[in-house]
């Protein structure tokens, strides 16, 4: 099975950190819908994690799929490692 | 020790049968007292909100075992 | 729908191979207050609930499935390459008897999961308090795990998991004040 370079590492945490960000002004956007300033910092970590998923996908494949990621040949979704192996 | 713990004094029996423990605490997240958050909270940055498991400073309110309290309670 | 990711929500590590500990944090995949139960409850709840909140129970729920695949993680990799006689000295025997290792929605002792671990009373504000419990009891599970466990890295994820419980406490406990508010009433500006 093929083995991670040690930058995917970083990359990933890099974008657990930023998704991490958005999980928690989501939660806190559901009960504050008209906090202004905090939208915009949504939208511009939404932005971020598009640049980090590309970097992040270079190295380790689609990170999701049903058409959210373009797929290589051949097929490489369901190539490990899987998460909880890493 | 950090302010988000409460301790009391259990009574002690002289028939107790293990050592007493005479001050024992629970924990009171700050959760309890906030309210409705306010806006525009000083954030921690997000690789340290990862860490910790919030955006937001006014929630820190760590948990450690007695295995890692000597070296981390001072911490929080 | 939902559509899975590819990634843990926290960088899961785990510094030795110990599958005693496996034992306690099976609590949190299949137990009663563990992050099965949360996302089921929350989920289950958010279809009819006032709909300013159903918002709020969906993201939650779904948060709890990527905490449930966190401690999946950790309970694998405390597991994957214990031996037979490391698993009958952790107390695993029973388990492994059953199950090898592949995981099970049990608790620490065993109990196989139950749906009435969860509540659903149709009733907003009571629904709103058995989360905000749920998430209590939640956090408190997280501690005694923490006390019983000496691997720091495994800690590091299970105190991010107790703070996630403590952040969803409050997000509930905003719910109950919306509800609070009338619902129907228009805003000014």
């Known amino acids: 099975m093929k083995q991670l370079p040690k930058e995917f590492y970083a990359a990933m945490e890099e974008l657990q950190a930023v998704d991490f960000v958005l999980v928690e002004l989501t939660l806190y956007l559901d009960t504050h819908p008209e906090d202004y300033p905090s939208i915009n910092q949504f939208n511009q970590f939404a932005k971020e994690r598009r640049r980090l998923k590309r970097v992040v996908e270079s190295m380790y494949g689609p990170l999701q799929q049903y058409g959210n990621s373009y797929s290589d040949y051949p097929w490489n979704w369901a190539e490990g490692p899987w998460p909880w192996q890493i | 020790m950090s302010s988000h713990r409460r301790v009391w004094y259990p009574y002690v029996s002289p028939f107790d049968p293990c050592p007493p423990i005479k001050a024992k605490a629970y924990s009171t997240p700050p959760s309890l007292f906030l309210g409705y958050q306010p806006p525009n909270l000083e954030q921690f940055t997000p690789m340290e909100a990862l860490k910790i498991g919030t955006l937001w400073k006014v929630f820190y309110d760590p948990w450690y075992s007695p295995y890692e309290v000597s070296t981390e309670e001072d911490q929080s | ?189």
């Open chain 3, 1 to 189: 729908m939902w559509v899975y990711e590819k990634k843990l929500q926290y960088p899961v590590k785990v510094s030795a191979c110990n599958p005693m500990l496996a034992k306690f944090l099976i609590e949190q995949y299949g137990g009663a207050d563990g992050e099965l139960a949360a996302a089921l409850r929350y989920l289950n709840q958010r279809y009819t609930i006032p709909d300013k909140v159903i918002g709020l129970l969906t993201d939650i729920g779904t948060e709890e499935f990527a905490h449930l695949e966190m401690i999946a993680t950790m309970v694998y990799k405390l597991m994957k390459d214990a031996t037979p006689d490391q698993i009958k000295a952790a107390g695993l025997a029973g388990h492994y008897a059953d199950h090898g290792k592949d995981l099970f929605y049990h608790n620490a002792a065993g109990v196989p999961f139950t749906a009435t671990y969860i509540q659903a009373k149709g009733d907003p504000i009571t629904d709103l308090y058995e989360d905000i419990a749920a998430e209590e009891k939640a956090r408190a599970t997280y501690q005694w795990i923490i006390n019983l466990s000496d691997d720091p890295d495994l800690n590091d994820g299970l105190r991010f998991l107790r703070e996630r419980e403590i952040i969803h406490s409050q997000r509930f406990r905003e719910a109950v004040e919306i509800l609070k508010e009338e619902q129907g009433k228009k805003k000014i500006f």
